[in-house]
């Protein structure tokens, strides 16, 4: 299966939207707006220059879509009005593949100016752009900074080597990586995730003008997948010939990717851990209301999940299967807080 063809998150505005649904990768944004920041401060006044690009490569659909350009935006105006001098020309490329809601972003454009009202000292022209970032998105030497989040752990295809000269796939049982799948398995998947990232830098590096950068969050959801195949939410044979074309690298496999393409220097690499309920904002690990908790969880994998899932099993099975798996997490939250792992990088490019 091709990704790019299947994947997208649930569009428009929605109770199961993606756009009412994405807190938990708000809340990630919100934390790195420092490394945002720092990253962007250091491009301009290095390079100074008279027309700036800058990219979200994943942008989606919601209110996270804007986030970084508004980031972006500020702190461009920021530094011109510090130092007195004439602001550049900035073009925000937001990408995602084509099936996402673009029109739903592009309508909320005229409210964005209004809050970010900076159009007149700082000239900036928000673009969307559809296409897979596994490809070339711009002319060579052209973007100054490119930011991602929670897009990089979704590969661009099904791991080569999973299906059978039958059609048939592989470790049927698991949807995803599970406690049963072969070590073979495994390694499929982390091959396919060492080759997509590689070819991800190759293309940001020939993209990237001299000293551009760029910052990206890397959201795990594993977990979350991995108890759906656990609980049995889906009919066998359809379940057998199903897989999410995700993989959640460790902070090393990410490092020995970056490092081995010698492309980019690290700036920043650290991680953090966030709740999978997006509105639980406590460091602790107690969870208070853990029905309500898995409400919110569930809601938030489904804004993500929906549209691939409804396009293997069709659309009957997914009231059902999102009610049930809230259920399972409710049960699991009773042992304690479910979190996942999120992994920060800031790059800046070589040569
Ligand atoms: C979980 S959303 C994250 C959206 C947003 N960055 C945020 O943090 O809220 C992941 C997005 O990555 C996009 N995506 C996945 N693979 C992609 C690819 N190869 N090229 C472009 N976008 C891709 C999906 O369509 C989806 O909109």
């Not at 982390?190 to 760029?214: I, Y």
Request: proline residues 5%; glycine residues 8%; aromatic residues 10%.
């Amino acid at each position: 299966m091709r990704v790019e063809e299947a994947l997208c998150m649930v569009g428009g505005a929605g109770e199961t939207s993606y756009a009412t649904n994405s807190r938990l990768q708000e809340k990630a944004i919100l934390e790195t707006k420092t490394i945002i920041e720092e990253a962007i401060g250091a491009i301009y006044m290095t390079l100074l220059p008279e027309r700036m690009v800058a990219a979200d490569l994943g942008c989606s659909s919601g209110p996270n879509t804007l986030l970084v350009a508004s980031e972006v935006i500020q702190v461009v105006a920021e530094q011109c009005r510090r130092t007195g001098r004439r602001p550049p020309d900035l073009q925000f490329f937001l990408n995602d593949l084509p099936a996402n809601d673009f029109n739903n972003i592009f309508r909320s454009l005229e409210w964005f100016e209004k809050k970010v009202d900076e159009k007149k000292f700082l000239p900036y022209y928000i673009v969307g752009l559809p296409g897979s970032f596994y490809g070339r998105l711009f002319p060579p030497q052209t973007v100054h900074f490119f930011h991602s989040s929670y897009c990089l752990m979704w590969l661009p295809q099904i791991p080569e080597g999973l299906e059978s000269k039958t059609g048939a796939l592989s470790d049927e049982r698991n949807i995803y990586i599970g406690e049963t799948s072969p070590s073979w398995v495994v390694n499929l998947y982390k091959e396919e995730f060492k080759n997509s990232f590689s070819n991800f830098l190759k293309f940001r590096h020939e993209e990237l003008v001299p000293g551009g950068q760029m910052v990206y969050l890397w959201g795990l959801l594993q977990e979350a997948l991995h108890d759906m195949v656990l609980e049995g939410l889906v009919e066998r044979e359809k379940l057998c010939s199903f897989k999410i074309p995700m993989y959640a690298p460790t902070m090393e496999e990410v490092k020995a990717v970056i490092q081995k393409g010698g492309l980019f220097d690290i700036g920043r690499a650290h991680s953090f851990e966030s709740s999978w309920d997006p509105f639980d904002d406590s460091s602790d690990d107690f969870v208070l209301d853990n029905l309500g908790s898995s409400a919110n969880v569930a809601k938030c994998i489904r804004a993500v999940v929906e549209p691939i899932i409804c396009r293997h099993f069709g659309e009957g099975i997914i009231d059902e299967l999102f009610s049930r798996y809230a259920k399972n997490v409710a049960r699991h939250l009773l042992k304690g807080k479910a979190k996942h792992l999120v992994l920060v990088f800031a790059l800046k490019k070589r040569g």
